[in-house]
């Protein structure tokens, strides 16, 4: 266990990205529950390593969602829902992981979904480097569908009542109304964190992470690399 500021945890993990060596582009997950801050972390990564002249690949589970009405099939509030029905795992696979994986030819696209328009989306075609490194954040990425896909594992840990506050904090400052805020702490409380719940349960994320970033306090992070990791001590 480590702990240090920010920018000493983001020198380690792009440490840690140098220290895996493979013959394709380095496919990296971050994990965690919602609000735990995993988009923010790979945001600050990317621009460590693109200073660094890496070329970075970005993208999210959010651009992989199925269609409201599959999604929500279940109810608006259903863990289940959201953990076997909301992301389209075959099409992240054959557009952006397999491609980037071994033997892939390294054609990809980051995106299927458009969430703004709820319909399919289909950008062009990009081809990645073979040095490039994919930084990929969202929800359930070490599940069983997945492991295998990726290259190094991070997870980002926040106990799932924080996850809350981070939540109705963020739509405080988007300045949205009570009834919003409301409409949150009841998603969170019935679906995301049971669903967070019943992915420990089923997957066990934590057991396969290569490191695991506490994330708890923004500006003074905790972090470890797991003793079953191949990364070299860093």
Same mark, same amino acid.
């Given at each position: 266990?480590?702990? !240090?500021?920010?920018?000493?945890? $983001?020198?380690?993990?792009?440490?840690?990205?140098?220290?895996?060596?493979?013959?394709?582009?380095?496919?990296?997950?971050?994990?965690? #529950?919602?609000?735990?801050?995993?988009?923010?972390?790979?945001?600050?990564?990317?621009?460590?390593? *693109?200073?660094?002249?890496?070329?970075?690949?970005? %993208?999210?589970?959010?651009?992989?969602?199925?269609?409201?009405?599959?999604?929500?099939?279940?109810?608006?509030?259903?863990?289940?829902?959201?953990?076997?029905?909301?992301?389209?795992?075959?099409?992240?696979?054959?557009?952006?992981?397999?491609?980037?994986?071994? !033997? !892939?030819?390294?054609?990809?696209?980051?995106?299927?979904?458009?969430?703004?328009?709820?319909?399919?989306?289909?950008?062009?075609?990009?081809?990645?480097? %073979?040095? %490039?490194?994919?930084?990929?954040?969202?929800?359930?990425?070490? *599940?069983?569908?997945?492991?295998?896909?990726?290259?190094?594992?991070?997870?980002?840990?926040?106990?799932?009542?924080?996850?809350?506050?981070?939540?109705?904090?963020? !739509?405080?400052?988007?300045?949205?109304?009570?009834?919003?805020?409301?409409?949150?702490?009841?998603?969170?409380?019935?679906?995301?964190?049971?669903?967070?719940?019943?992915?420990?349960? $089923?997957?066990? #994320?934590?057991?396969?992470?290569?490191? $695991?970033?506490?994330?708890?306090?923004?500006? *003074? #992070?905790?972090?470890?690399? *797991?003793?079953?990791?191949?990364?070299?001590?860093?």
């Amino acid at each position: 266990m480590e702990q !240090g500021t920010r920018g000493e945890l $983001i020198s380690r993990l792009a440490e840690a990205i140098r220290s895996v060596t493979i013959a394709h582009p380095l496919r990296v997950a971050i994990d965690g #529950p919602p609000a735990a801050g995993k988009t923010t972390l790979a945001d600050e990564l990317a621009v460590v390593l *693109r200073a660094q002249d890496r070329d970075v690949i970005r %993208a999210t589970i959010d651009d992989f969602l199925f269609p409201r009405a599959q999604r929500y099939r279940r109810g608006q509030y259903s863990a289940e829902g959201c953990y076997f029905d909301a992301h389209d795992h075959a099409a992240l696979c054959r557009v952006l992981l397999d491609p980037l994986g071994p !033997g !892939g030819d390294r054609r990809f696209q980051h995106a299927v979904y458009d969430r703004d328009t709820d319909t399919p989306s289909s950008p062009p075609a990009t081809t990645a480097p %073979a040095d %490039a490194v994919l930084l990929f954040d969202g929800v359930f990425l070490l *599940r069983p569908e997945l492991i295998d896909r990726w290259d190094l594992r991070i997870f980002v840990s926040v106990p799932f009542e924080q996850t809350v506050d981070r939540a109705r904090y963020r !739509g405080t400052a988007l300045a949205e109304s009570t009834a919003d805020t409301a409409e949150i702490e009841r998603s969170w409380r019935n679906r995301y964190i049971p669903s967070q719940q019943l992915y420990f349960a $089923i997957a066990r #994320p934590t057991d396969h992470a290569d490191i $695991i970033v506490y994330n708890d306090q923004l500006q *003074r #992070p905790t972090w470890e690399v *797991r003793p079953h990791s191949s990364i070299h001590r860093i």
